[in-house]
């Protein structure tokens, strides 16, 4: 399958900075990236679609000033988490679709905001 | 609000017997459907995907959808301790997003 990548895969910072993760797909072109959060033992849910050249789409209940959301180019798109605060704390993932439809998921990055 | 919907487990079943994973979903519009498998602290990685009635067979891995029972399910033939992992049914719903249900943690004993 395709490969997705993220960077960081984890990191930790003080309450009120701000982290940016990375998210590239290496071998193809993806005009939609996605990105979800991970809270421990529960479901994947999506945050935000991103769409190359465009705003993204955020999902109800996600505030757009606090993730911010770049997808500057076909193979990457950034996510910033703005003033961090402890509760943002999670496991944020993306996932790259390709032409086919098929999405393929980044290994995740772990924020942990003390 | 659209829902997917799994028995979270865990479901237990010995080496070499057939796991069997059940999702339900609440978009009749939905075409795709998908299975991911995912260990813990790591992030999804794609089993499966079916869009057409009836059954689709990979290995020891079978899905199987009926839309208008609005069913979709997993099925996992000859199960081995490393399929041991939480599996997530996605429907793909509206404009390439997906809908994720929450998994069902799978159990196979030695």
């Known amino acids: 399958g395709a490969v997705v990548s993220q960077h960081p895969s984890w990191v930790i910072c003080k309450s009120g900075t701000s982290v940016k993760i990375e998210c590239r797909s290496l071998?193809?072109?993806?005009?939609?990236m996605f990105w979800y959060r991970q809270f421990p033992k529960q479901s994947l849910m999506l945050m935000a679609t991103s769409n190359e050249g465009s705003k993204a789409t955020y999902e109800q209940g996600v505030e757009k000033d606090k993730f911010l959301i770049n997808h500057a180019s076909l193979t990457l798109s950034t996510l910033t988490v703005t003033s961090a605060h402890p509760e943002d704390s999670s496991f944020y993932i993306c996932?790259?679709?390709?032409?086919?439809?098929?999405?393929?998921f980044g290994p995740g990055t772990r924020l942990t905001v003390l | 609000q659209k829902e997917v919907e799994q028995n979270s487990g865990p479901l237990s079943v010995p080496e070499g017997a057939i796991a069997s994973l059940n999702c339900t979903y609440s978009d009749r519009g939905s075409q795709s459907f998908f299975w991911y498998r995912q260990y813990s602290g790591k992030s999804p990685e794609l089993i499966m995907f079916?869009?057409?009635?009836g059954d689709k067979e990979d290995g020891r891995f079978t899905a199987q959808l009926n839309k208008a029972s609005q069913y979709v399910s997993l099925l996992i033939r000859d199960s081995q301790p490393s399929d041991s992992a939480t599996y997530l049914c996605?429907?793909?719903?509206?404009?390439?997003?997906?809908?994720f249900g929450t998994g069902t943690r799978l159990k196979v004993l030695a």
């Open positions: 071998d193809f072109q993806a005009t939609t």
């Open positions: 996605a429907v793909e719903s509206g404009t390439y997003k997906y809908i």
């Open positions: 079916i869009y057409s009635n």
């Open positions: 996932s790259a679709r390709q032409e086919n439809g098929e999405q393929f």
